[in-house]
């Protein structure tokens, strides 16, 4: 037997154990294994066996680093061959989380126990696929179609007891020892005669499934497919479960599995998920660095960001305390979070406890005085320098020594910040996303006196509050709205152009991005970039530059906070709509400062807005504010919704090709000067050597070993 996959006899039970740390993902060492355990089992002694697992789970799913390199066997439909066709009942002990080929091999056991805490899912859709081992055949056999068409579409996890609900497991045995509960189970089935339970000898009478149940599907999905293709071929596979033979619908899954294990969105979104992880390891500080102790946090300003933030550590019981200057502001922000709370309840997110006992961990002061005990503190009060210094000058007064003073800025100096203290170590940067109790991303900013503790402590309770940690280094508006500026001003630039705002948002909303830049605009308010503009002396002076932005908040048009920006709005459903007196008036300025309208294409809409994006990541790389390449897609992807499927800008830029992506950028920078299209010098000698980000990104990280 392998080391990963050991046997062992407990009355008359054949126990095979897999452990391969850290997820017992199925690796081929993991599949042999099994099948070799499987296989000499038939011949034993024992009247059962149970497939269980060491660590913190059950099988997570295929060894996705596995996928793009030539396959060694035995591949996994011959282990769960295996598995179906035992002479005795094959019973999956499940703790933890039995994830895709995970819950897949159990699917392929006869009968199916978990323990309460453990849940079962197949998310193979959030890596652009879909389960490639029969689960889009053997899950609509035992829970209907519609049960498996949400779970595989959704790729959501279901726990225990529902699962069983739903008929997905047999079985909830009681206590933590799943071993000891599995053995129980199977013990009694035997005592029973229990028969050996097929899941590939059911058929689907089609007559079951609703008419047009397949085409409505698609419809929907579709609508929120962002430039994903997984679901649609999710809705093929399952409808070729209905009434037909299993070994026909495994060669549907089969087919469609290998169509997107080869695509570039299945690509783009493994990448995500190793970046994602890679994200929050930082590279010069050891995985082992202690961490403070957060027990308590203290959140200043109960603004909808700071709101927001305080619900974030409710949520995963951590006591928070917002300050407020007075009792009333104090009252509206503590009004603002109950509200936040009673929709997320009517959406049946929360049941009414788990709200009240939210709403337990927050409490409210106006007394700096207050924060004596606290052990972490972030400021979210609006962006004003000069404020936030004298914020935490205060802080430095009042604060035990060691508790970490954190930034919610999204532009400002963390180390002026830091030096209105006398203990910058204690200082950094969390920035949070709007609206923060929904939003992903958590960039957090690295001063340059930010003691390794204060930081590896901000990193861990970011993954604690359920967010994905991007660390950045100091700079004007950080990784994210750094390299926001190139994409918000050509966006403009096209306006001037010959587009419509329609045609702009239309093309980027094509790629995948949940709204266009201009409707991205009206919903934050053209006012903000407007006040942000006017103390900015680093930007060319050209009429251009900008311009409808400033002619639509002179005409008090700010976005949908005045019904009216690029677009209008409905005041009732907020929809919006294309607006013909705005795109008269953006050809009449176009007229004014002598620029001459042209047809432009949707190609070159997307070069002149996702390449500032690339450009200003290289410079961010060269510069050492981002740790890697794949930390920018991060931040973009869950920060900023740039599709998945895509991978994020530099990924996105590696797919293109950085000779192609710099040539355009040459191009530009000879039709519109050099004070807008410069490129970066890391993107042109990348481009010029014919390597990747994604190279450049593996030999900096290599370079530390
Ligand atoms: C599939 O199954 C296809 C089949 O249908 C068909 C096949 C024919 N492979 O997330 P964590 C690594 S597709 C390789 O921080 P947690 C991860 O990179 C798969 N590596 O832990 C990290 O490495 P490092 C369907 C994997 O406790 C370490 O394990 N399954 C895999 O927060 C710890 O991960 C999925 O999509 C993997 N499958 O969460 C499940 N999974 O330490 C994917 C993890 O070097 N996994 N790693 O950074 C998860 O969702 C979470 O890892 C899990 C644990 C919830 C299990």
């Not at 909808?304 to 974030?312: H, Q």
């Amino acid at each position: 037997m392998s080391n990963v996959v050991s046997y062992q006899i407990v009355d008359n039970i054949g126990v095979i154990s897999v452990n391969n740390p850290p997820v017992n993902a199925l690796a081929q060492v993991v599949r042999a294994g099994i099948l070799e355990a499987v296989t000499a089992a038939q011949s034993d002694a024992t009247d059962a066996l149970v497939l269980r697992c060491e660590g913190r789970t059950f099988i997570a799913g295929a060894d996705i680093t596995e996928f793009g390199k030539p396959p060694q066997g035995p591949g996994l439909p011959e282990v769960l061959g295996a598995i179906e066709n035992s002479v005795k009942p094959v019973i999956a002990a499940i703790h933890g989380t039995a994830l895709g080929g995970g819950f897949e091999v159990s699917l392929a056991c006869h009968y199916r126990c978990a323990i309460a805490s453990a849940k079962v899912g197949l998310p193979e859709v959030k890596l652009g696929l879909l389960p490639g081992a029969g689960g889009t055949q053997r899950v609509p056999r035992i829970a209907g179609v519609k049960v498996a068409l949400d779970m595989i579409a959704s790729g959501n996890p279901i726990a225990a007891e529902k699962a069983k609900a739903l008929n997905l497991i047999d079985e909830v045995v009681a206590g933590d020892d799943v071993q000891a509960g599995a053995i129980a189970y199977a013990k009694e089935l035997v005592a029973s005669g229990a028969p050996l339970k097929r899941i590939r000898d059911i058929t689907i009478d089609p007559a079951t499934v609703e008419p047009g149940f397949f085409e409505a599907a698609r419809k929907q999905l579709a609508a929120r497919a962002r430039g994903q293709i997984a679901p649609d071929r999710i809705v093929s596979c399952i409808e070729a479960a209905v009434g037909q033979s299993m070994d026909a619908g495994l060669d549907r899954e089969r087919e469609l599995f290998m169509e997107l294990v080869t695509s570039p969105e299945s690509a783009a979104m493994r990448h995500i998920f190793f970046a994602e992880r890679q994200a929050a390891k930082i590279k010069d500080l050891p995985r082992d660095t202690p961490l403070r102790e957060v027990k308590k946090v203290a959140v200043i300003g109960g603004g909808t960001m700071g709101g927001g933030i305080a619900m974030c550590f409710a949520n995963v019981g951590i006591q928070v305390v917002m300050v407020e200057i007075n009792d009333e502001a104090l009252a509206r922000g503590l009004g603002i979070i109950e509200k936040n709370y009673a929709i997320t309840m009517k959406k049946g997110k929360l049941t009414e406890a788990q709200v009240a006992q939210c709403m337990g961990a927050i409490s409210g002061t106006t007394d700096y005085a207050d924060l004596a005990d606290v052990d972490m503190i972030i400021e979210a009060v609006f962006e004003n320098l000069e404020l936030k210094k004298e914020i935490f000058a205060k802080l430095d007064a009042v604060c035990k020594p060691g508790a970490i003073l954190a930034s919610n800025t999204s532009y400002q100096d963390i180390d002026a910040i830091a030096a209105a203290t006398k203990r910058p170590q204690d200082v950094l940067g969390m920035h949070f996303f709007s609206p923060a109790n929904v939003m992903k991303l958590l960039e957090v900013v690295r001063g340059e006196k930010t003691a390794d503790d204060a930081l590896a402590t901000a990193m861990a309770i970011g993954k604690k509050i359920g967010k994905v940690c991007a660390l950045s280094r100091v700079c004007y508006g950080f990784i994210g709205n750094r390299m926001l500026g190139g994409y918000g001003r050509e966006s403009q630039m096209l306006l001037l152009d010959g587009c419509t705002p329609a045609k702009v948002d239309a093309a980027l909303e094509g790629f995948g991005m949940a709204m266009g830049p201009l409707a991205m605009g009206d919903l934050a308010g053209l006012d903000v970039g407007y006040k942000a503009r006017e103390g900015r002396t680093d930007l060319p002076n050209d009429p251009k530059l900008y311009r409808m932005g400033t002619v639509l908040v002179e005409m008090d048009r700010f976005g949908q906070k005045t019904g009216a920006g690029f677009y209008k709005y409905d005041p009732a459903t907020r929809a919006r709509m294309n607006d013909p007196e705005i795109e008269a008036l953006i050809k009449s300025e176009a007229a004014a400062l002598g620029v001459e309208q042209r047809e432009v294409s949707d190609q070159e809409i997307l070069e002149r807005c996702l390449y500032p994006l690339i450009n200003e990541g290289a410079l961010i790389l060269e510069e050492g504010i981002a740790q890697r390449p794949s930390d920018i897609d991060v931040v973009y992807v869950f920060g900023y919704a740039f599709p998945a499927p895509k991978g994020g800008p530099m990924h996105y830029a590696d797919h293109v090709g950085l000779k192609n992506v710099y040539d355009k950028i040459c191009e530009f920078r000879d039709r519109y000067g050099e004070e807008y299209w410069k490129p970066a010098p890391l993107l042109e000698k990348l481009a010029k050597e014919g390597k990747t980000f994604a190279q450049w990104g593996a030999e900096q990280e290599q370079s530390l070993r």
